[in-house]
């Protein structure tokens, strides 16, 4: 006969709970009044892919209030038990840095200092400028033969993409005619 | 109750004099290491080895150790323990009590010292505590032998490999972040996944996380809420705040995360039961298909 889970833990419990009263001596090292609630925070731990190379190592993020407060390694993941290479190690400065940017700087061509800027005016801006090299560098027909490239830009993808984010570039890129079309983790 | 002594001071002393000295051997040596060779092979189906030992206990041994323990308890902390030799019963086929009132402990039987508790009007605690003590030199000799024998590098159950106690408390070590649950029967260690509940199997990450209590960072509580257990952790990684050379004056000293648990509403099972019914083969069959799912 099968065992469901609530007659295991049924038979795993015989008896009563231990509760709080441990073996009935009182502690003395860290003993704390009896009626004093105690000040707790909950976190949880979630396995996650490290987002760098094609090796994939294993790691567990740690959070508070749906913040970040811990990265490592996952000593149970088959591929790196536990270790991490230095980038991966550095992981948690991605979700937390005092030194990450928060606004768009924008630096004009001859000027040497930063400027902010809006959204906005920044996808306007980037818009434009590949618009404009690629139509000052397309090439429709290379030998009599119709190539609709551009040899102007180059399409560079991070790490930090994930799949789905790579796919939406890599067609864009494409719809472009960019045949410099590269990713980070090939290199 | 009269705390003349710390549980600390008195948890050390007995690890230090009691329990290492020679009639703390209860059972012959060779006998022993022949049963336990013979019985590793039931490790790999999941079941723990003392579901399967039968010992031969030396009984005037095991009862010098028993008086020595009780003054021990009764000088120092604990006037109830003074009669609890003479209080043990047994079957009406038994002539050596405190024999039973060891084999029993040692099956895990937390029915019996319950039973054993109300009838003579033992406090619960004191009477696991008095159990679980008296049968640590034969658990850690068991132990030993194995660890020279078989190793327990393949064992990933949240149950101990030896005594089939539930852990009591857990570290992760600074390396690599593993983590190991400690048994309180045996004194043994022995590696459990970092995100699996030990005692339920789940690993469904929304019903796992810790809690973590304030000026107590060393530690995590590590929390289910399928079964709602928890367990008390040691996280190495950080600066320590009790200075414990072991988990015993440890789990004893930070009872403090045992409080903030049951605050939260989470539980514990008695420190005496064993895991599963030892003579149930298919509920250690259950559980380790769960644990292999």
Avoid at chain 1, 64 to 86: F, L, M, T
Wanted: hydrophobic residues 35%; charged residues 25%; contains cysteine.
């Amino acid at each position: 006969m099968s065992t469901s889970r609530r007659q295991f833990l049924k038979r795993s419990s015989t008896g009563i709970v231990a509760g709080i009263g441990l073996f009935g001596i009182a502690p003395t090292v860290s003993a704390s009044p009896p009626d004093l609630k105690l000040k707790t925070f909950k976190c949880k731990e979630t396995t996650t892919i490290c987002p760098y190379c094609g090796v994939g190592c294993g790691q567990i993020v740690s959070a508070r209030d749906d913040k970040v407060i811990n990265i490592e390694g996952d000593p149970d993941h088959p591929i790196n038990e536990g270790a991490q290479c230095s980038k991966g190690s550095a992981l948690y400065q991605v979700a937390n840095n005092e030194r990450r940017l928060k606004k768009v700087l924008y630096r004009a061509p001859g000027s040497d200092k930063w400027e902010e800027k809006d959204w906005d005016w920044a996808i306007e801006e980037i818009a434009a400028r590949i618009k404009k090299t690629r139509d000052k560098t397309f090439i429709s027909k290379e030998k009599g033969k119709v190539v609709n490239r551009t040899d102007g830009i180059a399409c560079l993808g991070g790490a930090a993409l994930d799949n789905e984010e790579c796919y939406l570039l890599s067609k864009t890129a494409r719809a472009l005619g960019i045949t410099y079309l590269e990713h980070q983790a090939r290199i | 109750m009269n705390n003349n002594l710390s549980v600390e001071s008195f948890v050390q002393t007995y690890l230090e004099e009691i329990g290492t000295k020679p009639q703390a051997r209860f059972v012959s040596e060779s006998l022993l290491r022949e049963q336990v060779t013979g019985l590793a092979d039931t490790m790999a189906n999941g079941i723990p080895l003392f579901a399967r030992l039968n010992l031969t206990i030396d009984h005037s041994s095991l009862l010098s150790f028993a008086k020595e323990l009780e003054s021990f308890l009764f000088l120092n902390s604990c006037e109830n323990v003074h009669s609890t030799i003479s209080c043990l019963s047994s079957p009406q086929n038994s002539s050596n009590p405190i024999s039973y009132f060891a084999q029993r402990v040692l099956k895990g039987d937390g029915s019996y010292i319950s039973t054993l508790s109300k009838t003579h009007n033992i406090p619960l605690d004191i009477l696991a505590f008095f159990g679980v003590y008296l049968v640590r030199p034969i658990r850690q000799q068991v132990r030993k032998i194995l660890e020279t024998e078989h190793a327990f590098s393949q064992w990933r159950l949240g149950y101990c490999p030896v005594c089939g106690l539930w852990p009591r408390m857990s570290r992760i070590e600074p390396e690599y972040g593993r983590r190991f649950l400690w048994c309180i029967g045996c004194n043994g260690e022995w590696q459990f996944p970092r995100l699996s509940c030990p005692f339920c199997f789940e690993k469904s990450q929304d019903k796992l996380g810790y809690l973590i209590v304030e000026d107590w960072s060393n530690y995590r509580i590590y929390t289910c809420d399928n079964c709602h257990r928890y367990l008390k952790t040691r996280d190495e990684r950080q600066p320590a705040r009790i200075k414990a050379d072991n988990f015993d004056i440890e789990y004893l000293s930070t009872s403090t995360l045992d409080k903030a648990a049951t605050q939260e509403k989470y539980i514990m099972d008695f420190v005496v039961s064993s895991a599963f019914d030892m003579k149930d083969n298919e509920s250690a069959r259950a559980y380790k298909e769960r644990a292999l799912s």
